[in-house]
């Protein structure tokens, strides 16, 4: 079967950088032609913008391929890098954190301040027994703690395991094991939706007995007061940080490490089978992110007030909230709660309050406030905006010109970012003040980094054409494998294209004929509709072009006739409703396709939902889709952000046809 994907969806619209934007920007056009004379020393020169105690000799070591080192003689402390050298350089009463909590309340933390906590939390750990090369679990909500402990555990040249607070007490305790976690930083509990969430409990069972006994290699949990939800105890192993970290002391010298030290494990769960341990290092990590976070998000730390509404439980949150703007010295603003609490305006509430200038976020967070209507962020002053980023999943073309226009104020460029937990920084995107963008498109990649679009042979298929993407030089801030299984890691990205040495990276692309890269969903999702292979981002963003539609997913699902048929699920928005009547409105949508993108991608069965199935990072779980389209019983819901979603989409499908 050919790799090829076939293109469907044409896109002329485009919008260049304003000649202000541009002259003020970080990044100009050299940064190519640097990278293209020579990479190895285009990123050398990135890296030696972070403070090295023991400077490198060699940027790249690819002798053993797929593990790569890079800097490898190189020493630093990464907590260093994001505290102390700021301090030191004069800017220790700059902003660091302006956490805004859910219930309004608010702390404003200097680079001063938060280099003190992380110290004092430094003391902590090494009293506790954690030393280099120790695995800390942190099961934490968005609060300035859990960003201290990240970088407390790095300063100590220990290795972090973030675990995103909304999973379950067994996702907590499979990756705990995992990593052989010796401490769990977590807190009494964080605020969601209005209400307390506990953490507390999730971890007292986490490391109970699960039917395998009890957890064995964790010997303490260090418990941040938050909610004050009442938590049970366990004696001698439980310790409240507010006795601890206050009364340590505040002097602690960070010691270098190697650059191939380990900084943190983060785990992803992949499509099938048990999750990753994907395991990222210090030096090339922190290189690229602090370089991408001041070439792509045009970071200038003195003036600008930086948004990431990632949380850190994903890579996003790693990267671009902490060490990327920390390491750049930023001021960022950390919202602990959901979009819509206490009312759905919070977030733009929060931009005008702040004046954020940059914004960084999700597609699934873009086309949510689409279906709420414009009026909604209509009601705050938005000018301080210049310059919006998406990332996560391909943003259709539009919902990128919404938030050009309704949030960005047809003023602000837009970045839309491709790059995945493995590839640790952003790979693809434009280069905010150069390229000149095309809605939907990630288009290049960045400076240093060289991929290619083939099919499964691994032969080129030009520009013009559909296949996978791979990326066929190493990068700094490359995962350096999974956690305890290097066969895996071999096995799942390098051994597809094992002859030309590249990097699989599971998603669909297409180079149109300028050469840009256009993002078409991940491979095991591409559908065949009689012989032709069709991608489920160019079918959906036909969807979310139509008035009616807020969100769509595509699914391909078994087919007598035609292998597979396209089966389209779709959330309508709420002033289309208010307007007209639903009736009709599948067979509208299933014609309005194959208008704009042909009779072939024409949706056999279009559900009219009102959610999609999420996960936490706000993805959209087609494959749960595709049980529900071919009427089976719907497959592992443990990873979804909503678990009732399901059932109520199963309802509405079932109650259509
Ligand atoms: C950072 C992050 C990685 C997968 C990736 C791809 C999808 C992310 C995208 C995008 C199209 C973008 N993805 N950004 N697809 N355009 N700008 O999301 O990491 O959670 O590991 O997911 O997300 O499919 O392979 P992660």
Do not use: C, N, Q
């Given at each position: 079967m050919s790799s090829q994907i076939d293109h469907l969806l044409t896109e002329t619209r485009r919008f260049a950088p304003s000649a202000e934007f541009a002259e003020q920007a970080n990044a100009h056009a050299d940064l190519y032609d640097e990278a293209t004379a020579d990479r190895e020393a285009f990123w050398a020169e990135q890296a030696r913008a972070l403070h090295w105690e023991k400077p490198f000799t060699k940027a790249l070591d690819w002798s053993n391929p797929p593990f790569a080192t890079w800097f490898e003689d190189g020493e630093l402390n990464v907590a260093y890098n994001c505290l102390d050298r700021h301090v030191e350089a004069g800017h220790g009463d700059r902003i660091a954190l302006l956490w805004e909590g859910e219930p309004g309340d608010e702390r404003r933390v200097t680079y001063a301040e938060l280099t003190d906590e992380v110290k004092r939390l430094a003391n902590v750990l090494t009293d506790l027994g954690v030393e280099s090369g120790d695995r800390v679990a942190i099961y934490l909500p968005m609060i300035p703690?859990?960003?201290?402990?990240m970088l407390a555990v790095a300063r100590i040249g220990a290795i972090h395991s973030v675990v995103f607070g909304g999973f379950s007490a067994d996702s907590l305790r499979s990756r705990i094991d995992d990593a052989g976690a010796k401490l769990v930083i977590t807190s009494d509990g964080g605020y969601r939706k209005g209400k307390i969430s506990p953490l507390k409990p999730a971890v007292d069972q986490a490391l109970g007995d699960r039917g395998h006994g009890p957890q064995e290699t964790v010997e303490h949990v260090l418990v941040v007061k938050r909610t004050e939800n009442e938590v049970s105890w366990q004696e001698e192993r439980d310790l409240w940080w507010h006795d601890l970290v206050p009364a340590a002391s505040a002097d602690h010298v960070a010691q270098p490490f190697p650059a191939e030290n380990p900084l943190f494990i983060l785990y992803t769960s992949g499509t099938t089978g048990k999750p990753k341990g994907i395991l990222h290092t210090s030096g090339g990590y922190l290189a690229q992110a602090a370089f991408t976070n001041k070439a792509v998000h045009d970071l200038h730390p003195e003036t600008d007030v930086y948004w990431c509404t990632a949380d850190i439980g994903w890579i996003t949150g790693h990267t671009y909230v902490t060490y990327g703007p920390l390491a750049n010295g930023a001021t960022q603003v950390i919202y602990?709660?959901?979009?819509?609490?206490?009312?759905?305006?919070?977030?733009?509430?929060?931009?005008?309050?702040?004046?954020?200038?940059?914004?960084?976020?999700?597609?699934?967070?873009?086309?949510?406030?689409?279906?709420?209507?414009?009026?909604?962020?209509?009601q705050h002053d938005l000018s301080s905006l210049r310059l919006l980023g998406s990332v996560g999943e391909p943003i259709n073309p539009e919902a990128w010109m919404w938030y050009r226009h309704v949030i960005g104020g047809d003023r602000a460029p837009i970045v839309d970012t491709w790059w995945q937990t493995e590839t640790g920084a952003i790979m693809v995107s434009a280069l905010p003040g150069v390229t000149e963008t095309k809605p939907g498109s990630a288009q290049v990649p960045l400076p240093g980094i060289s991929l290619d679009v083939v099919d499964d042979q691994g032969q080129e298929v030009g520009n013009g054409n559909g296949g996978l993407l791979v990326l066929t030089e190493p990068w700094p801030s490359m995962l350096r494998g999974i956690w305890g299984d290097p066969e895996r890691f071999k096995e799942t990205y390098w051994d597809k294209f094992a002859d030309q040495g590249f990097y699989f990276a599971g998603d669909g692309a297409r180079l149109d004929e300028e050469g840009d890269v256009w993002f078409l969903g991940r491979v095991d999702d591409v559908m065949n509709v009689s012989g032709h292979r069709l991608s489920t981002t160019e079918i959906e963003s036909a969807l979310v072009g139509n008035e009616a539609v807020a969100e769509a997913a595509v699914v391909g699902a078994s087919d007598e006739t035609t292998g597979q048929a396209v089966v389209a699920f779709c959330v309508i928005k709420e002033s289309y409703m208010k307007a007209n009547s639903l009736d009709g409105l599948v067979d509208k949508l299933r014609a309005w396709v194959g208008d704009q993108i042909g009779p072939i991608a024409r949706p056999r069965d279009v559900y009219i939902v009102t959610e999609l199935p999420k996960t936490r990072s706000g993805k959209i779980m087609r494959r749960l889709l595709r049980d529900v389209a071919e009427g089976r019983e719907v497959g592992d819901t443990t990873t979804l952000a909503d678990t009732m979603v399901m059932s109520t989409i199963k309802g509405q499908v079932t109650q259509k046809s």
């Open positions: 703690e859990a960003i201290a402990s602990e709660g959901t979009p819509d609490t206490p009312h759905p305006g919070r977030w733009w509430e929060i931009v005008a309050k702040y004046g954020v200038t940059i914004l960084y976020t999700a597609p699934t967070a873009i086309r949510s406030f689409m279906k709420l209507g414009r009026s909604i962020p209509e």
